[in-house]
């Protein structure tokens, strides 16, 4: 018999930073990290080191800085792969190694090119080697639910033969049913027969199936399951950790597991990871969207003035939604900053500070009520925003309207040189990103992606824009926040392209043109 204890491994960092268009900074991650410790999820999969070099960094940054969760990097079953991850978690207390490779028909022949022999091979070899490195090592059989059943058990048992702990077996491309899924997570529970072995699963939401197939797993005996706030990750994403956690919570009755999530964080790490990643969370979202406790009908209302339980099974406290966010005003002193972001698990160094606190008394000036997400969004934009130390923003201005081009004017002080430009534009945005593009001499960029995310509620509330350009072979994202949405998007793109000008120069060349034309 498993144990009742359901694991909760959190891919936010990982699938989840592959959702198209999501691009976090390594500052980005930890902040994320840090939160979903508090959380208190068990597993945190940081990302994939051989991917990138900042995905190295990252991983490496959350396992010298996070302490509480295991931090796991993910490796394909080749050497390099599992030398890059064992490298990014050499600080860890508490490290694993994620292999993976696929195991159906259509993945081996046409993507790995390999025999079933050849892949059995390759799997034996690279869990050894990953377990050289760390006793915690987990294996997942990419593509498991479209794979023969029958080979999965081979590798299922070698697997754990050569010391993986962990067996996952995910539905990588959304295709699988519950009753399907319970049926090939019994047959490998079964073929390996052992405890200690703790089975996984890892469901993507292509037919929307994603937390039904995870719970199906759950009750097949599955004691890990693979999960991301606010169900982001590739394509239609991942199983929505919030929902699988809510779910086992207030159908404990049916479920009967354990979890170790403080439910109360639900709220803030869903807010924390919209922003950070620039995706909106739909309004009307299980557990974390904006209408998840509203009710509208009168007959609804009137059950719930009688008696909440008549038409809530879970209550907006349970996730942490509080009512009341008002927390900080012009006279809010640096001391009460400093506590209200330790609070939200956020830390600024004295200078940051400084900028932040200026940054809420001028918003004060113009929102009466400067609550936490509005704290959260100018902390993310003072601290973790890609700050290119010699770009700034000078001056802007847009004009638009009908029968009228949109037309924008732009002054950047680049390197210590003030430069000027105009240009006409499709709409607003575009005309400030021809202009700055023009201003840089950068033209050969294009505008990758474009986000707009409320951060606060009502007429004055602040806006988080996130873009995200590419060209000469760089992509980089930028971030701000303004109560203008013009000019959070004239700062978001200042911030994106100061980032990519700094990588596309080398250090010591002082004009732009002569490198990039
Ligand atoms: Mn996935």
């Not at 699988?244 to 869903?270: G, P």
């Not at 969370?281 to 904006?290: D, E, H, L, S, T």
């Not at 200026?358 to 400067?370: F, M, Q, T, Y």
């Amino acid at each position: 018999m498993s144990s009742d204890q359901v694991y909760i491994f959190d891919t936010t960092l990982r699938d989840g930073e592959q959702s198209p268009g999501v691009a976090l900074s390594p500052s980005a991650k930890l902040a994320i990290a840090e939160q979903l410790a508090r959380l208190g999820v068990d597993i945190i999969e940081a990302g994939f080191p051989q991917a990138s070099a900042g995905d190295l960094d990252a991983v490496r940054l959350i396992a010298d800085q996070v302490r509480e969760p295991v931090i796991a990097a993910l490796a394909r079953c080749h050497p390099s792969d599992i030398e890059a991850a064992a490298r990014a978690l050499e600080s860890a207390e508490r490290p694993r190694i994620h292999v993976f490779i696929a195991s159906s028909a259509v993945h081996m022949e046409a993507k790995l090119k390999m025999t079933p022999d050849q892949v059995l091979d390759r799997v034996g070899e690279m869990v050894a080697k990953a377990r050289s490195y760390v006793e915690d090592v987990e294996f997942s059989a990419e593509d498991a639910t479209r794979s023969e059943p029958g080979f999965l058990v081979d590798l299922a048992k070698l697997a754990a033969s050569m010391g993986a702990r962990t067996i996952n077996l995910p539905d990588t491309v959304g295709y699988t049913t519950p009753e399907e899924y319970r049926t090939l997570v019994t047959l490998i529970r079964e073929a390996l027969d052992d405890p200690k072995i703790r089975l996984s699963v890892h469901c993507h939401d292509d037919l929307g199936l994603a937390v039904a197939n995870t719970l199906a797993g759950i009750e097949a005996g599955v004691r890990q399951v693979e999960v991301a706030v606010n169900g982001i990750g590739e394509r239609a994403g991942n199983a929505a950790l919030e929902e699988v956690v809510m779910a086992i919570t207030a159908r404990k009755d049916q479920f009967q597991v354990q979890h170790r999530i403080q439910t109360r964080e639900l709220f803030r790490t869903s807010q924390l990871v919209s922003r950070l990643c620039g995706m909106m969370v739909q309004p009307n979202k299980a557990i974390v969207g904006r209408n998840a406790f509203r009710h509208e009908s009168g007959i609804h209302q009137d059950g719930m003035l009688k008696d909440r339980r008549t038409y809530e099974i879970l209550t907006p406290d349970d996730i942490g939604v509080e009512q009341t966010l008002l927390v900080l005003g012009k006279h809010s002193g640096r001391h009460a900053l400093r506590q209200r972001l330790s609070e939200l698990g956020l830390s600024a160094s004295s200078e940051e500070l400084v900028r932040i606190q200026n940054r809420i008394k001028g918003l004060a000036e113009v929102k009466s009520e400067i609550n936490d997400q509005d704290l959260v969004a100018v902390w993310q934009d003072e601290v973790q925003g890609v700050k290119v130390e010699d770009i700034d923003l000078v001056a802007w201005q847009v004009s638009t309207g009908t029968h009228m081009r949109p037309t924008a004017q732009v002054a950047v002080r680049f390197r210590g040189k003030v430069r000027e430009d105009s240009a006409i534009g499709d709409g607003p945005v575009h005309a400030l990103f021809q202009a700055l593009s023009r201003a840089l001499d950068l033209n050969g960029l294009e505008l990758a992606s474009y986000r707009l995310v409320p951060v606060s509620p009502g007429e004055e509330g602040l806006a988080a824009v996130s873009v995200e350009v590419s060209g000469y072979g760089h992509r980089a994202a930028g971030y701000a926040s303004d109560v203008d949405v013009l000019k959070g998007s004239a700062l978001a793109l200042t911030d994106a392209m100061g980032s990519l000008a700094g990588r596309v120069l080398p250090e010591a060349t002082g004009v732009l043109g002569a490198i990039v034309e």
